[in-house]
Structures are given as structure tokens and as C-alpha cells.
């Protein structure tokens, strides 16, 4: 199983991702294991309008071994009704070494410690390996829906206790 730390990024660090501009600490991740520009612009919004940012600002999937940033997984906004959904990415060179698995698996920690009940993550059906992923940690398929961003995902849902 692979060693990953998560590190929540601090506002600052989002202000420079969502600018194109990150900080010198950040500069040296592999390609694509930094949030994009819109997520970070997305968090900073949420947390500008009140929302703690243990629930907006994404977290990088940090190897334990080495410091090196392997991919980022973030909750998408507060939770509702007792829901919380997550969203997550691997650079491609860490792919296929459990490190997405390792921290979904802590982002389902995290929320249940906040009372979170269930956790939602939406996937592109083409997304085989993240439909794999979900499934092995338990996550039930559900239906599949147009999302915001015009593009077809299946819901799939995970209950905490």
C-alpha cells in the first residue's frame, strides 16, 4: 500500500494555482498532480463565502518517503443532509501504485470523524480505473446523471458506519 500524507494547501497556495502562478514549494510536483487552475479558484470562492476550508481547499497526496506530490483530493463543499462529495487526481507517472486509493480512503476517515454520513463521487463512466478504485473500497454504483459541467458521471456512494 503506498505511504501518503495528505497536506490541506494553505489559501495562499490556492491563490497562486488559481492564478497559474504557484508558490516555489509547489513548483517542482510531477505534471498533473497539482490541482487545476479551476479547482483552486473554486475553493478560494467557497472559502471567501464562508466556507471552512477543511471542506474546500483540496489536499495534496504527499509521499511519505520521498516529499514528493503525487496527485491533490479535496471535498466539494460543506456537507448537506449529512453528504459530502470528494474529487480526487493522480499524475500520471504515480498511476497504478494505490496512492488515489490510499487517499480516498483517508478523505472517508476524515469525513466520518465530521459526522459526514455518506460520501458521493461522481466519475466519467470511461474512467475505469476510478470506477475500480471506488468499488474496491466499498462504494455503491447508483445511476448516472448529466452534471453541472455538461458531461455524463455515475454517482456512486459510500456509507460511513
Known sequence: MAAVELVQLAYEDLRGLADSAPAAHL???????????????????????????????????????????LGGCTFKGLPSCGEVGIAYGV???????????????QLLVLA???????????????NIASSKLVTRLGFAQGESF????????????????
Do not use: C
Not at 146 to 161: F, H, K, L, P
Open 112 to 126: 466520518g470523524r465530521e459526522g459526514v454520513r455518506t460520501v458521493i463521487a461522481e466519475i466519467l463512466p470511461a
Open 91 to 105: 499524475a500520471m507517472t504515480a498511476r497504478g501504485r494505490g496512492i488515489a486509493t490510499e487517499a480516498v480512503r
Open 27 to 69: 513548483v517542482g510536483a510531477a505534471e498533473g498532480a497539482m490541482p487545476p487552475p479551476h479547482v483552486a479558484a473554486r475553493a478560494l470562492a467557497q472559502i471567501d463565502a464562508g466556507v471552512p476550508a477543511f471542506w474546500s481547499a483540496p489536499f495534496l497526496m504527499v509521499d511519505k518517503a520521498n516529499g514528493a506530490v
Open 146 to 161: 448529466v452534471d453541472s459541467d455538461g458531461e455524463t458521471v455515475v454517482r456512486w456512494t459510500y456509507s460511513i458506519g
